[in-house]
């Protein structure tokens, strides 16, 4: 993973360092953190790798945190749960049997803060179709709706999508830092490979348009 830059207004968080991490491969979709290649290796991810440690926003601990996300032209509503790192690295995940609830990486920004926020869910698990099974029907212009703790609302567009490989996961795009108040969410997708593991990611981006 190339070394990406911190924003220049934020103060990197001391993490390790992460340059090629995965979070998600599955038994049938995308249901668990996998295990970290070395540095030299491209990253094989399910979901997402996790940004470098210069490369996360830090959020202030009194920002409200996202509560609820909902996408009214997909018909997806979910409550967020917490997503950290695991002990060895790795982004985590929403448990496989808690498929349909969508998670918000806490390593990244809050939204409607500066900078990228990441939301991840399942596209499906062994228990079957999960909260992100449609989101590659998604369009440009669609709203994405998130609620905070405190019940405030933010409303996102959608500006782009993009079905990217595992091993050419865009880091830059997804955790570079954005003066702006921007979303992603994502999720597995494609065919399977040998093992059952989803070979691609869809990508959603959004920025925010009110709140």
Not at 15 to 31: D, E, K, N, Q, R
Not at 81 to 95: F, I, K, Q, S, Y
Not at 116 to 123: R, T
Not at 202 to 209: D, H, P, S
Request: proline share 11%.
């Amino acid at each position: 993973m190339p070394i990406r830059p911190s924003s220049p207004t934020r103060r990197p968080r001391t993490a390790p360092l992460l340059s090629a991490l995965v979070i998600c491969a599955a038994l049938v979709g995308c249901a668990g953190p996998a295990p970290v290649p070395s540095a030299t290796e491209p990253p094989a991810t399910a979901s997402a790798p996790a940004p470098t440690a210069t490369h996360q926003p830090s959020a202030s601990p009194d920002s409200p945190a996202p509560a609820h996300l909902s996408i009214p032209s997909l018909n997806i509503r979910s409550s967020l749960m917490r997503l950290g790192l695991n002990a060895d690295g790795t982004v985590e995940v929403p448990p496989a049997e808690q498929g349909m609830t969508a998670g918000w990486y806490t390593g990244g920004a809050v939204p409607g803060g500066p900078g990228p926020a990441v939301l991840i869910g399942h596209n499906d698990t062994r228990f079957g179709r999960a909260v992100f099974h449609d989101l590659k029907d998604i369009r440009k212009g669609a709203e994405v709706r998130v609620r905070d703790t405190n019940g405030t609302s933010l409303s996102f567009r959608v500006t782009g999508k993009e079905t990217v490989a595992k091993k050419a996961f865009p880091t830059e795009r997804v955790y570079g830092a954005t003066q702006e108040s921007t979303l992603r969410l994502i999720t597995c997708d494609g065919a399977f490979d040998a093992e059952g593991h989803p070979v691609d990611n869809l990508i959603v981006y959004a920025e925010l348009i009110f709140g």
